[in-house]
């Protein structure tokens, strides 16, 4: 069966300083990868995607990034956080089709989720 | 643009009694439509889906949604609320002709359940 994992569960960074969050899924290939961070009070915001290894498009312009180094790991990262950075941040996956496209019928999987305080 | 909207950010119900949480959407395309459920501190997990097949979608613990495509609306029901319920839910819209693969998700509803 297909597990994903996500780390850590907890961070407290000051602003300034970087950030890596790891996320590997176990189970499948050539997963499509997704960063999601949520807000206090909104809804999931998608902030990278990726449908192969190297493959990484950003939704939104901000001070993160995402790196994919093998086909079942994802990397976000920051070189200096800002106090907008605060947020639970998911890592997720779902199933990858041939092409290399995103097939929107299919469902997300889920990480247990980041919560990021910078202070 | 697809859009979707979680007409509540918070319901109150008590043990036993009807839930109804509600969503409309706003596609281009015939959406896919989805229910996730997060429990506190804790990853999202998915209740039902909606791929254009039966309109009526029976998902897991209880849940089932109506897909209307008059009134843009796929509202989430249970017919007998458990104490377990209690979660945040997301209405989640994705486009079949999106190149993107991008789920939108609703400001989320949040279930209370009273004893």
């Known amino acids: 069966s297909q597990t994903i994992h996500q780390w850590p569960a907890t961070l407290v960074q000051p602003v300034g300083s970087p950030l890596s969050l790891e996320c590997t899924v176990e189970?499948?290939?050539?997963?499509?990868l997704y960063w999601y961070r949520q807000a206090a009070g909104r809804g999931l915001q998608l902030l990278f995607y990726?449908?192969?290894?190297?493959?990484i498009s950003s939704e939104v312009p901000q001070n993160l990034s995402a790196s994919r180094p093998q086909d079942r790991q994802f990397i976000l990262s920051s070189k200096k956080l800002l106090l907008s950075d605060s947020g639970f941040y998911l890592c997720?996956?779902?199933?990858?089709?041939?092409?290399?496209?995103?097939?929107?019928?299919?469902?997300?999987?889920f990480g247990q989720g980041t919560r990021l305080t910078v202070v | 643009a697809q859009s979707v909207t979680q007409l509540d950010s918070h319901v109150s119900v008590s043990e036993g009694t009807p839930v109804l949480l509600r969503c409309n959407y706003s596609?281009?395309?015939?959406?896919?439509l989805f229910w996730y459920v997060q429990h506190p501190n804790k990853g999202l997990q998915l209740l039902l889906k909606?791929?254009?097949?039966?309109?009526l979608v029976k998902g897991i613990n209880g849940f089932e949604a109506e897909f209307k495509k008059s009134e843009t609306s796929f509202h989430l029901t249970k017919p007998s609320a458990h104490m377990s319920d209690a979660a945040e839910y997301f209405c989640?819209?994705?486009?079949?002709?999106?190149?993107?693969?991008?789920?939108?998700f609703g400001k989320g509803t949040k279930l209370s359940v009273k004893p």
């Open positions: 997720a996956w779902s199933v990858g089709d041939t092409e290399g496209s995103v097939n929107t019928d299919t469902e997300a999987f």
């Open positions: 189970g499948t290939s050539n997963p499509n």
């Open positions: 990726s449908v192969g290894i190297g493959q």
């Open positions: 596609s281009s395309y015939s959406p896919s």
């Open positions: 909606y791929t254009s097949a039966a309109t």
């Open positions: 989640v819209v994705s486009d079949q002709g999106g190149s993107q693969g991008n789920l939108i």
